[in-house]
């Protein structure tokens, strides 16, 4: 749980640290910012398995790690970069809260994972807490964008819910190394097309920008993948899927901090709520397959 507690904890910042790169004059685009960040990753990622010198991943594990590809390598940061546009980041951060009931159904679907159904309770409620928040905050509609970051939520818990599963016998660290290396091949030309296209903007982008890149790069799409797979390798994907119900709290204080978004007392009394159903969650019985 501490494990994914510390996951959970890098990967809060991420919308807030997504929209310094995407937002203002001297922003990047959405797709450089989701796709780039990727490849900058993957570089950090070969270097750590030949460093480890790592065997090759075993043919078996292919399916799961396209699946982490897919969810958490583009899915999630390229429609979540496209959010973050238009979304202030406290807003996109609560929407996300969904995501340990999604990746908990995953589990399910996906791993052979039995929660009980006072476990299904607990999620479910932790998820309509949350999005009772997202529409109190939002006077009660949806954005526009809200549609890509539910997408960018399934896919993301679909990535999760695979690599912690492949986690158990693969690793943390050799799960998110090689799902980024099996991304990069056909994010290279991509990333380069869109660098050719928009070097103007590339070249004229404000430090705040490129210090979002970073840490987007860095801590979500790689270090903060070591905590969390190796946490759900040990704990269970939907057990300690549930930590991310304090994600989007952690979030919109990163918000406050990174962006100067106002932070509302309402926020804090559902922080206090969702943490009560992340405690109780936990105590409920998860059978593991």
Same mark, same amino acid.
């Given at each position: 749980?501490?494990?994914?507690?510390?996951?959970?904890?890098?990967?809060?910042?991420?919308?807030?640290?997504?929209?310094?790169?995407?937002?203002?004059?001297?922003?990047?685009?959405?797709?450089?910012?989701?796709?780039?960040?990727?490849?900058?990753?993957?570089?950090?990622?070969?270097?750590?398995?030949?460093?480890?010198?790592?065997?090759?991943?075993?043919?078996?594990?292919?399916?799961?790690?396209?699946?982490?590809?897919?969810?958490?390598?583009?899915?999630?940061?390229?429609?979540?970069?496209?959010?973050?546009? /238009? #979304?202030? $980041? *406290?807003?996109? +951060?609560?929407? %996300?809260? &969904? =995501?340990?009931? !999604?990746?908990?159904?995953? @589990?399910?679907?996906?791993?052979?994972?039995?929660?009980?159904?006072?476990?299904?309770?607990?999620?479910?409620?932790?998820?309509?807490?949350?999005?009772?928040?997202?529409?109190?905050?939002?006077?009660? /509609? #949806?954005? $526009? *964008?809200?549609? +890509?970051?539910? %997408?960018? &939520? =399934?896919?993301? !818990?679909?990535?999760?819910? @695979?690599?912690?599963?492949?986690?158990?016998?693969?690793?943390?660290?050799?799960?998110?190394?090689?799902?980024?290396?099996?991304?990069?091949?056909?994010?290279?030309?991509?990333?380069?097309?869109?660098?050719?296209?928009?070097? *103007?903007?590339? +070249?004229?982008?404000?430090?705040?920008?490129?210090?979002?890149?970073?840490?987007?790069?860095?801590?979500?799409?790689?270090?903060?993948?070591?905590?969390?797979?190796?946490?759900?390798?040990?704990?269970?994907?939907?057990?300690?899927?549930?930590?991310?119900?304090?994600?989007?709290?952690?979030?919109?204080?990163? *918000?406050?901090?990174?962006?100067?978004?106002?932070?509302?007392?309402?926020?804090?009394?559902?922080?206090?709520?969702?943490?009560?159903?992340?405690?109780?969650?936990?105590?409920?019985?998860?059978?593991?397959?």
């Amino acid at each position: 749980m501490l494990l994914g507690l510390i996951g959970v904890a890098i990967f809060s910042l991420t919308l807030p640290f997504t929209r310094l790169a995407v937002s203002g004059d001297g922003g990047l685009s959405p797709m450089f910012v989701a796709l780039g960040r990727a490849l900058a990753a993957a570089v950090l990622a070969g270097g750590w398995l030949y460093w480890k010198r790592a065997p090759l991943p075993p043919r078996a594990a292919l399916p799961a790690l396209v699946m982490v590809a897919i969810g958490c390598v583009i899915g999630f940061p390229w429609l979540t970069s496209v959010a973050m546009r /238009s #979304l202030p $980041a *406290a807003h996109g +951060a609560v929407l %996300v809260g &969904v =995501l340990p009931l !999604a990746t908990a159904m995953f @589990a399910a679907l996906l791993g052979g994972e039995k929660p009980s159904a006072g476990f299904w309770i607990m999620a479910i409620l932790g998820s309509v807490l949350v999005i009772g928040f997202a529409l109190r905050q939002s006077g009660g /509609s #949806l954005h $526009a *964008a809200d549609l +890509a970051i539910f %997408v960018a &939520v =399934l896919l993301a !818990a679909m990535g999760y819910a @695979a690599g912690g599963r492949l986690s158990q016998t693969l690793g943390g660290q050799q799960t998110i190394c090689w799902a980024l290396i099996l991304a990069a091949p056909p994010l290279l030309p991509v990333v380069g097309w869109l660098a050719w296209q928009e070097s *103007a903007r590339i +070249a004229h982008a404000s430090a705040a920008a490129w210090t979002g890149f970073a840490y987007v790069s860095v801590f979500s799409m790689f270090i903060g993948f070591f905590f969390w797979y190796r946490g759900m390798a040990l704990g269970g994907v939907a057990r300690v899927g549930q930590v991310q119900l304090v994600q989007p709290f952690l979030s919109v204080l990163g *918000a406050t901090v990174v962006l100067g978004e106002a932070l509302e007392w309402q926020t804090l009394i559902f922080a206090i709520a969702v943490i009560g159903v992340v405690g109780t969650g936990r105590k409920m019985q998860v059978k593991r397959g």
